[in-house]
């Protein structure tokens, strides 16, 4: 699995997990919430309900009073009147009123008449509540609710959820109430339920969708930067091989021609030389200066190639680390331009890696080069130190300088201008040890700064001391 595909699966699936977490606690608080908006709606049904039918026993207690405490009747007279008067108060389509002994003879009951007479005290519903019984003993507290099943006129006589509410008449040792059925209220609720689950549902479809649309936005947007970064990558990967030959190709034609012009016209002025040196031996003459002249052609086709050597690879940067090692540079340098070179030295003692000392040897290098070539200086300074947190190597001359940035008209600024790949190469060596480059140049001479952080370091850099 490749580091894009990883990324994508590390911003994706987190992204899933969270919809899928959205998705569990909008269930679970829309479940609460439904539950509990059912609970209140039933709750407030049934306290209305419960109010109306305290208020109709008071509406039949009101409209009976007057015969119940009239003291001229008897009291089966009063007791027939009381009956009329309730039989005829009806509400709604199955609202009536009814009255029992508290023995539970049942004394009135319209529309199912033919319980009346008839003890009903025992009487269950299906659910096993005595509800005769029940109904009588609220009466004698008080006054009370009670939730039952009973049948229903409107449906026929089929059974229904019911709460009536009785009271007493202590004199006629009576109990008179009436009831409301309550499966309408059921029907509501389920509505209700059905109503809420449906919101429920659309809202997590919609929460689905939104997030499939963040998760396959997410991806393609990943897809599209993959091939956006792989495009620039191979790009980038190009113009590194192109930097990498025309470096190569540089380095190559410089060893060709220090080869050419240096050694090779060397070596053929002492192979002139020892066959001067043959032909007067043969014909018994001196040779002895040719021969001496030989051997300094030699001598210096010897050093010539050390020197190649050295500038290829200076041993002595492994051998006794890299001060010794600019040291060298900076008097070969001298002794080969005649231009004066300061070196201030600084013993790191185990600190650096071979690849970071290789690194900053090439960057002094290099600037070394670009100083021969480009900046008519009469000196060079060296400086490698320790600051805080970083390694920086300084090359400064007082040479004319170089327009290392330009005035943009256009753009109402200072640009960079196009670098040359000994420039690149630089930031190229030290990017990879997370360092920097900085070039300060003006017509009195350039400064090139060469830092590399000291986390980059082997050791820590307490181990480092001046010479």
Request: with cysteine; aromatic share 8%.
């Amino acid at each position: 699995m490749n580091i894009n595909l990883k990324l994508q699966l590390v911003t994706i699936v987190p992204l899933v997990l969270a919809l899928v977490a959205v998705l569990i606690v909008t269930q679970v608080q829309y479940q609460s919430l439904s539950e509990q908006t059912v609970y209140e709606y039933r709750h407030s049904v049934m306290s209305h309900r419960k109010d109306e039918l305290r208020n109709y026993v008071a509406l039949a207690e009101g409209a009976t009073e007057h015969i119940y405490k009239n003291k001229n009747l008897s009291n089966e007279q009063a007791q027939t009147l009381v009956k009329q008067v309730l039989s005829n108060m009806r509400f709604g389509k199955d609202g009536y009123f009814f009255a029992y002994n508290f023995d539970g003879t049942a004394l009135l009951i319209p529309g199912q008449e033919w319980r009346i007479g008839k003890n009903w005290l025992d009487l269950e519903d299906r659910n096993g509540v005595k509800l005769i019984r029940g109904l009588i003993e609220n009466a004698k507290g008080g006054g009370g609710y009670l939730n039952y099943v009973f049948n229903q006129p409107s449906k026929g006589g089929e059974v229904g959820k019911k709460i009536g509410y009785s009271r007493e008449l202590e004199d006629w040792q009576w109990m008179i109430g009436t009831g409301v059925y309550i499966d309408d209220i059921d029907q509501e609720i389920a509505v209700l339920n059905a109503s809420i689950g449906k919101h429920i549902r659309n809202t997590s479809v919609m929460t689905l969708i939104i997030g499939l649309v963040a998760v396959i936005a997410i991806f393609f947007t990943g897809q599209f930067i993959r091939f956006s970064e792989r495009k620039l990558a191979n790009r980038k990967l190009r113009e590194l091989n192109e930097r990498i030959f025309q470096t190569q190709e540089e380095e190559c034609k410089r060893v060709s021609r220090e080869l050419h012009d240096g050694i090779s016209q060397t070596i053929a002025a002492a192979r002139f030389s020892l066959e001067t040196a043959q032909l007067k031996h043969q014909n018994n003459d001196d040779a002895s200066n040719e021969m001496e002249r030989s051997m300094e052609l030699i001598c210096k086709i010897m050093g010539d190639i050390r020197a190649i050597s050295h500038q290829l690879h200076p041993g002595l940067l492994e051998d006794y680390g890299l001060g010794a090692a600019l040291e060298e540079l900076g008097r070969d340098f001298s002794q080969r331009t005649e231009i004066q070179v300061d070196v201030e030295r600084l013993s790191l003692r185990n600190i650096l890696s071979t690849e970071v000392k290789t690194a900053l040897y090439r960057i002094a290098q290099e600037s070394l080069t670009n100083i021969e070539r480009h900046a008519n200086a009469s000196k060079v300074s060296i400086s490698l130190k320790l600051v805080p947190n970083w390694l920086v190597l300084e090359i400064i001359d007082n040479g004319q300088g170089f327009d290392y940035q330009r005035y943009d008209k256009s753009r109402d600024k200072k640009t960079k201008v196009h670098q040359g790949i000994g420039l690149r190469n630089m930031k190229e060596r030290l990017s990879f040890y997370q360092g920097d480059l900085t070039v300060k140049s003006e017509h009195g001479g350039t400064k090139v700064s060469a830092r590399i952080p000291q986390s980059q370091l082997r050791f820590n850099a307490s181990n480092a001391s001046e010479n």
